[in-house]
Each structure stands twice: as structure tokens, then as C-alpha cells.
């Protein structure tokens, strides 16, 4: 059935997704395509806008693009590497900036287009200087003919342009991501410009899940991985609703990298809503061995991958489930884009279930995912709606590879190309001017960089850096002080990152052990074991407890505890706290936390004797991901 829609050409852009979503959640339904599209599968676009990307327009091979889209009488909105094609499209000129912009950045209008000018009607409504979220190092040198300047930012003249006469806009910045607060309010107005009418609602979008799922199963059984975590979950209510309990067998396994008392708390919530069609296997020595002496994030996460499928095929054996039975996973859009699974797309990190033997299910029509094409504001709201508890659909989120992608792991070697970058890196961050803070705080500041990588993402690209460690003056006993404004430590962290070409993620000392010196801690030979998986869940508990207690699990959308093979000894550790706050996973603040619950926590953690030193990560997204593998 035909529908008018907005169409977004994805050029490989971590977020052209959520621009999708965007207009969906808006009350306008909305399609994804490739740039090469033919013209004549666009007949019922309203309006056309074009991602980000992770190409520079100037690379040798960049995404294939049919110009022939700019002469469409449609109109069209260019984003970021959209922003470039559309300049370029009209003899503009784009390059390398001197500096990027990599999060926060303040839209300024030009004069003349002041405020909710009538001018430029995506800003209709919108009132002032406006803060908006950047991830690029291009920029345009040279508009393209028939373009006026409509907003610019302090490292970024062309920020906003239109062509009235073509009916084109192109800006720098990401409007989709909840960073730039007026981005939906840019959508509305696209979309009114457009001509649209509201057609899509979340009843629809239910809808349109449980005929799939219908239409996908044709009359077949589904086995379900079924982590415990909110994605899964509610995937298991939607195959329940869709083909019966009957039909439907959840398989929740025990991977041994499981929080602290996590399966059995699973399973008593399912119960409890009235589940009883799923099984437990308890399969943690077969995924410890998998992944034994292996340091390479990537590899473990594949090897994590692979073993699901190893455990399924032997549950499968001992269940008599025969060849007609369809794999279900509760996979996200998220998890494909980062996977670098759409034609454009740069991999992040490859997510578990994105390995190769799931890809050759997948190959052969034999896996269903009926989320995919969803965020998790968009699961979580499906999941109210088909009545599942706030228990169940408002926890944090839990990946199937579970803490093992929170161990980072080291073979204890040296890297001659680590200790030259980590030279480099700690020469960018001590000639970076951090005078945010009063003199009283960095009286005693002192510099240094972490001497593990993390992964991170800027530009659309995964990056594989250092992070930097702010250590505040000593307040005894060990502990250290922790900045109270949260305005300074994002410019702080902000500066660092975008400054820097060997830094992604900014860090502060909360605590060290007090007979430590910083000589003494060193990266030591370490695995994903289950002594490390221990020591983990012991401190993780310790953090998610207090924020139950203090009210603080339910405002904040994730926390990660993260276990540095970097200490005085083999047996010991160095943790890393990670609040972040977000709505959809493409975009993130970290958190925080009053005062008192953080003295809490970090007591509490120090008094642990296994802990040598804590850190607090205070990285946005981008340039880091959520997590540090």
C-alpha cells in the first residue's frame, strides 16, 4: 500500500536511523534508502533528507550517490555529509577544517535571520541562540550557488544554509539526536514544509511487529535467546502475543558473565509475569573456555557470539527441537549500525549477535529479530503497551556477552606502538588549556594518560584510544576530589577529547589505595577468568545497590562498571565508574551523582581488598561509546 513518507538516504551515518525514527515518532512515516536509489522508488517521498556519514566527500571511494535525486521538485534537507552533498550538488566547496567539533557546540543565526525568522522556515518557532550536537571535521568552505548563510558556530561558519528558490536546507549539525534540543521542532517544520499529513502512530508500529513476526514464523516454532535484559524481554512477550506460548521456547543461559545473582533473579521475574515457557542453562565453563587467554575486544565478542550458537545447537539436541524451529533475538538497530551492517556504515564494535554464524542464519531466512528496526525509547514504549512491568521494561540495559565485555584484558606485553602513542597523547594533554576550573582546583591538578585503550566513536568512525586521567587535589585517606559542577567537567572532558588526536575519553580519580604511589600501578597480564569476573560483580553490585536505594537507578539509563588490568599486582584491580544518560544509545551524558551517593559508593568500593584505585568516566557519546570494549 502506498503512503506518504519522508525519505532518508543513509550514507553510512551512525545516526540516519534515528532521523527515521524521528519523523516517526513525530506522527510522519518514514522509510530508509540507499543514496543510489532510482528515482522511480521515490514516488511517494514528501520530502528526502540525507545522512551523515562516516566518508569524507573527498575520499577516493565514498558512498555511491544518484545526482539525479537534486532535481527532484522535492524538498530536500542535508545532514552532515548530507550537508557537503547538497553544498557540493550546487558548486559549493568542502574540505578538512582546522578544528573539529565533536559534541556541544552554541547555533548562532546570522543577522538578518534572527530567532524564529519567517526567512528560514526550519527555524519557525525557534527563538535564539540554540545549542546543537556536532561530530565532524569537514566543513564547507564555499556555499553553493543560490545558498544564504541562515546559523553558524564558533568553529563552524557554514552551520545552516538554505536555497528557497530549489527548496533545499543542509546543516552541520545531527537535529535527530536529543543533544540538539530543536531537532524534532527542525523535523516538524521539515515535515510541514513538506506538505505532510501525520500518518503513523505507536498502535501501527505494534501492529505491524505482530504481523511480521506472523508472516516470518509461517506456521514455525521459535527459540528465543532470552539475556534477561529489556530487548529481549519484550521480544519474548511479542512472539507470545504474536504465535502463543506454545509456539515460543525462551532460553536464557548462564554465561558465567552474568551480574550477581542475575539468572535467578531472571527467572523469578518471568515467573512472576506469568512466563513459563522458557528454560535456564547454566553453560558458564563452555563460554570461560571460549574465551580464555584472548585480549582483542573484537575476538571476544565474537567468540561470545559463536558459542550462543554452540549452546543452542546442544540445547536444541537435548530438546528434540527439530530443523523447522526459527532462532529469535531481541536485536536493536543500534546493534546492526554499530556492527557496520548497513552498506555504508563503519564498524564500531561487532556486536554478539552480528557474528558470522549468526549472519549465516540470517543467509538463510532461519533468524527472526522483530525489533530490529527499533531504538530502545521505541521497545521500552512497545513493551508498556503490551503491559509488561516497569520491573521488566525500565532496567538497564544487560548485553548478552554481560560483564565480559566490561573486563578489559591484557597479555602483559609491551607495545612499542602503545608507549610511542602514549608519549604523544600525554604531550597533546599537557599543552591543553583546561582553565574551566577555579585555581584552587588545579593548583595541584595532575595530567596523565591510562595506559589501556578504549573504543570510541567521532565522525562516524570507531576509534581505539587512550583515555586521560585528571587527578584533583588529595583529600585524604586516598580519596580525591571530584569537581561539583557539571557545566566545567563536560568542557573539561569536551576540550580534551576534541583537542586531542590520541585521547577519547576523559577520566577522574576518585580514589587510590593510600601505600600506592602512581609508579606502582602498572598493566598486568590479565583475562576474562571467572576471578576477575568476581571481583567484577562484587563492585558492580556494591554500585548498582546505592543507586536503588538512593532512587538513582530509575534516572539514569545505564551504568557500567569496568575492570582495568592495570594495578600493583596480578590479583588486583583498578574499576571504572560509567553513569550515562540517554533516550535512544546513538547519543549519551554521563551522570551525575549527588555528592553524598558518590562518597558512598566510592567508600564502600575502597574498602573492598582486591581494589587498588577508582575512576570516574566522564565522556559523552561521541567520542566514547558506553562501554570501554
Known amino acids: 500500500m502506498s503512503r506518504d513518507k519522508i525519505i532518508v538516504l543513509d550514507f553510512g551515518s551512525q545516526y540516519a536511523h534515528l532521523i527515521a525514527k524521528r519523523f516517526r515518532m513525530l506522527g510522519y512515516y518514514s522509510e530508509i534508502a540507499l543514496p543510489s536509489a532510482d528515482i522511480s522508488t521515490l514516488a511517494d517521498a514528501k520530502g528526502i533528507v540525507f545522512s551523515g556519514g562516516p566518508s569524507s566527500v573527498y575520499d577516493e571511494k565514498t558512498p555511491e550517490f544518484n545526482s539525479e535525486i537534486l532535481n527532484l521538485d522535492i524538498p530536500i534537507l542535508g545532514l552532515c555529509y548530507g550537508h557537503y552533498i547538497v553544498q557540493l550538488g550546487y ?28 526567512k528560514c522556515p526550519l527555524f519557525k518557532g525557534i527563538e535564539g541562540e540554540q545549542q546543537v550536537w556536532m561530530s565532524h571535521q569537514d566543513t564547507v568552505f564555499t556555499m553553493g550557488e543560490g545558498f544564504e548563510l541562515v546559523g553558524f558556530t564558533k568553529d563552524c561558519p557554514y552551520a545552516a544554509t538554505q536555497n528557497l528558490a530549489k527548496r533545499r536546507f543542509s546543516l552541520q549539525f545531527h537535529c535527530e539526536v536529543k543533544d540538539t534540543p530543536c531537532g524534532n521542532q527542525i523535523f516538524q517544520n521539515f515535515a510541514d514544509y513538506c506538505g505532510m499529513e501525520k500518518n503513523w502512530d505507536q498502535d501501527t508500529v505494534l501492529n505491524v511487529i505482530l504481523e511480521n513476526i506472523k508472516k516470518e514464523a509461517d506456521g514455525r516454532n521459535v527459540l528465543l535467546f532470552l539475556s534477561g535484559g529489556v530487548d529481549s524481554t519484550i521480544t519474548f512477550a511479542l512472539l507470545n502475543k504474536a504465535l502463543g506460548q506454545d509456539r515460543v521456547l525462551g532460553l536464557h543461559i548462564d554465561n558465567g558473565f552474568m551480574r550477581k545473582n542475575e539468572s535467578a533473579n531472571v527467572a523469578a521475574a518471568y515467573r512472576k509475569f506469568g512466563f513459563t515457557n522458557f528454560i535456564v542453562e547454566d553453560a558458564s565453563e563452555s563460554f570461560l573456555k571460549a574465551i580464555a587467554g584472548l585480549t582483542d575486544p573484537q575476538k571476544k565478542r565474537m567468540a561470545v557470539g559463536e558459542n550462543f550458537i554452540t549452546v543452542r545447537n546442544d540445547v536444541t539436541a537435548r530438546q528434540n527441537l527439530d530443523d523447522s524451529w526459527l532462532l529469535a533475538q531481541g536485536t536493536l538497530y543500534p546493534d546492526i549500525i554499530e556492527s557496520g551492517g548497513t552498506k555504508n556504515s563503519h564498524t564500531i564494535k561487532t556486536h554478539h549477535n552480528r557474528v558470522a554464524g549468526i549472519q549465516e542464519l540470517i543467509a538463510k531466512g532461519l533468524i527472526i529479530e522483530p525489533i530490529r528496526d527499533l531504538y530502545k525509547d521505541e521497545v521500552r514504549a512497545i513493551g508498556k503497551k503490551l503491559g ?28 612499542p606502538k602503545d608507549a610511542e602513542e602514549l608519549k604523544l597523547a600525554q604531550k597533546e594533554l599537557d599543552e591543553i588549556k583546561l582553565d574551566m576550573f577555579c585555581p584552587k582546583c588545579t593548583a595541584n591538578l595532575k595530567r596523565s594518560i591510562l595506559p589501556v585503550r578504549s573504543v570510541g566513536v567521532q565522525g562516524d568512525f570507531r576509534t581505539y584510544r587512550f583515555p586521560a586521567l585528571l587527578t584533583f587535589r588529595d583529600e585524604g585517606n586516598g580519596f580525591y576530589h571530584f569537581p561539583d559542577k557539571r557545566e566545567k567537567i563536560e568542557d573539561c572532558s569536551s576540550t580534551i577529547t576534541n583537542s586531542a ?90 551522570a551525575m551523582w549527588p555528592k553524598d551517593l558518590l562518597e558512598t559508593i566510592v567508600h564502600k568500593i575502597a574498602e573492598l581488598p582486591f581494589v587498588d584505585a577508582l575512576y570516574f568516566d566522564a565522556t559523552n557519546k561521541p567520542p566514547a561509546t558506553f562501554g570501554w570494549e
Request: hydrophobic share 35%; charged share 30%.
Open 91 to 118: 558548486n559549493g566547496k568542502v574540505g578538512k577544517g582546522d578544528v573539529g567539533e565533536f559534541g556541544f557546540a552554541t547555533l548562532k543565526f546570522a543577522d538578518g535571520m534572527g530567532g524564529a525568522s519567517s
Open 501 to 590: 588526536k590520541y585521547i577519547n575519553r576523559t577520566c577522574i580519580k576518585l580514589y587510590q589505595k593510600p601505600d600506592l604511589s602512581d609508579d606502582d600501578l602498572k598493566i598486568q597480564e590479565g583475562y576474562c577468568d571467572r576471578r576477575r569476573l568476581d571481583q567484577l560483580r562484587e563492585v558492580d553490585n556494591i554500585v548498582l545497590t546505592e543507586l536503588h536505594k538512593s532512587g538513582w537507578y530509575d534516572k539514569i539509563f545505564q551504568h557500567l562498571t569496568i575492570d582495568l588490568p592495570y594495578a600493583s599486582a596480578a590479583d588486583r584491580a583498578t574499576f571504572v565508574l560509567r553513569p550515562v544518560i540517554s533516550e535512544d544509545v546513538m547519543t549519551a551524558r554521563f
Open 388 to 415: 509488561l512491568p516497569d520491573e521488566l521494561v525500565m532496567r538497564h540495559p544487560f548485553p548478552g556477552p554481560g560483564l565480559s565485555i566490561n573486563v578489559l584484558c591484557n597479555d602483559g606485553k609491551e607495545n
